[in-house]
């Protein structure tokens, strides 16, 4: 019983958490305190949301596109860099430090460059989403395949099990939750970096309506389409842990019992 109540306590606890920051937002605005033209208020925000949803929805599916195509090609780079990497040592010494280097250059100084080589089209939004979103794919991928339990893979070896063998029945299934964790990151990531082309050159998206309704000062309206991204954001990466409760039941019994034995020790 106490354990279920601390479950749902930990669950609800981030709603209360918003819903206090959203209550206190309110009486500051409505009080005057923080001018409208500052900072609109959430019941603003909500008007704005209402009053331009269908724009939003429109704008939505062309970023929705660009993050889905970039986010499919940066998962199928990354796979085949991690194999390469795993597979090869001069390979995984050659090109961790590129993979390193890609993340710290800022996707806002590369945007341009993509615009001006690739145009205005959907090809830079992709490009950008594929550079932003295949490194946590990667890293998640290279540290499965390189932390999968050893002597399962001595086991097969002495089998008689080939390489390609192994790598189906012991280091893929192994990795899965690794390339889960990664890909909670990337489907944030291919929002994010698709509304960052979009501010720089395009026609459609969320990236162009918010460039938009900035230069016109309608903060209220660049408010709501923040609170959207973000939305989609949380959204697609709940849809990610779904998935992967589905497809890893065995990764969720193993954290259930870890999540247990932790209580039982606090208890004790």
Known sequence: MIKKLQSIIYKISPVFAIAAILIIWQVLSSGGVVPKFMLPSPKEVVKAFISDFPLLMSHAKTTMAEAFWGLTSGILLGFLVAVAMDRFELAYKAIYP???ITQTI???AIAPLLVLWLGYGILPKVTLIIITSFFPITI?????????DKDSLNLLKAMG??????FVHIKFPGAIPHFFSGLRISVAYSIIGAVVA???GGFNGLGVYMTRVIKSYSYDKMFAVIFFISFISLLLMSGVKLLQKWITPWDRE???KRFNNN???KEL
């Not at 998640?140 to 999968?148: A, E, P």
């Open 98 to 100: 590129v993979l390193v």
């Open 106 to 108: 800022p996707t806002v």
């Open 140 to 148: 998640g991928l290279l540290d499965g395949f390189r932390n999968v």
């Open 161 to 166: 099990a080939t390489r390609f063998q192994s």
């Open 198 to 200: 979009e501010w720089l």
């Open 254 to 256: 193993e954290k259930e």
């Open 263 to 265: 209580v039982v020790r």
